[in-house]
């Protein structure tokens, strides 16, 4: 087990070092003149060749990559914004509790919902219930989450006036972004509850735990949980880290001072070391929360982390 988290710890630096690249090779090629952006239109020559220069924009882009890596990887150095000239990891490290606390609310919903949706239609399989409560699954899981946002400004802040709509003032304002994000997790995760206990409950150890004289409960917890729960961690391993990821257009739409709008606002901003410091800090995070879930799966199932050495 020790040298499979190794493996994957290097793995994981290959890939982060990939989408970094990837990234900054994406970034220098966007159209138009950063330094142009940055000083206006009236600025002279002679101030465009200085901040080129300042920005080291005269050189290779293969140059200022590699120096980017070296100053991540000796300093810890992320880079500066280059509009308001703060350190990029002071940046993140203002937002990022803020979409921690959002992604860890939505996951927490969505796990509930979706275990018990996909529970009651498992205690239902075959009957009205189970067909409506999939139906129900499939139409969260099609929604957008602008849409299901507006439809939950419309109903709980405008109409009602029950809830507020933007900012991160009160608990009160972390529900309607939470419930907005969990609703398409909790369907795809009530499906995926639904099968896995439906393949587990028909398997030959499970009539075998029977006929040893287990009652229903006991077999339940022992033997249909514990191996229904591989892909289902799997699953809420990744929804984690997609909405740590890809909570940016709720997160703009609720004005939620996360990660995500800090990026949005850099990108229309053409700020690109923040771009670069968010993307790459949302990756480490995802490849984190997979490797963890591989853990998982090794302590559920010992002949994962057995198959894996």
Not at 284 to 295: E, F, K, M, Q, T
Request: hydrophobic fraction near 60%; charge should be neutral; glycine fraction near 6%.
């Amino acid at each position: 087990m020790f040298e499979h988290i190794i493996h994957r710890l290097a793995a994981a630096a290959l890939v982060l070092l990939a989408v970094s690249f990837v990234t900054y090779l994406m970034l220098n090629a966007a159209p138009g003149d950063l330094a142009l952006t940055l000083v206006g239109d009236s600025a002279s020559a002679e101030q465009l060749t200085a901040l080129r220069q300042e920005l080291g924009l005269d050189e290779p882009v293969v140059v200022r990559y590699l120096r980017y890596v070296a100053g991540i990887v000796l300093r810890g150095d992320l880079g500066r914004s280059m509009i308001s000239d703060r350190p990029v990891s002071a940046l993140i490290l203002e937002r990022l509790p803020f979409t921690l606390a959002l992604a860890l609310a939505s996951i927490a919903l969505s796990g509930l919902a979706g275990f018990v949706l996909g529970w009651l239609a498992v205690r239902h399989v075959g009957a009205f219930w189970d067909t409506a409560l999939m139906a129900l699954a499939a139409l969260g899981a099609a929604l957008p989450s602008f849409w299901i946002a507006l439809l939950l400004i419309m109903a709980f802040a405008l109409r009602l006036d029950w809830l507020p709509v933007v900012g991160a003032d009160s608990p009160k304002h972390l529900i309607l972004p939470a419930v907005t994000l969990s609703l398409p997790s909790a369907a795809v995760l009530a499906r995926l509850v639904r099968s896995s206990l439906l393949d587990v409950i028909g398997a030959d150890f499970v009539r075998t735990a029977y006929a040893k004289g287990l009652v229903r409960s006991q077999v339940m917890w022992r033997h249909v949980l514990r191996n229904a729960a591989i892909p289902i961690v799997t699953l809420l391993a990744l929804q984690l880290g997609y909405l740590l990821g890809g909570a940016f257009i709720v997160e703009t739409i609720f004005a939620w001072p996360g990660l995500g709008r800090l990026t949005v606002q850099a990108i229309f901003d053409r700020d690109y070391p923040v771009v670069l410091g968010a993307t790459l800090m949302i990756a480490a995070v995802y490849i984190s929360l997979n490797l963890i879930a591989d853990l998982c799966q090794a302590w559920l199932d010992p002949r994962t982390g057995a198959n894996a050495l």
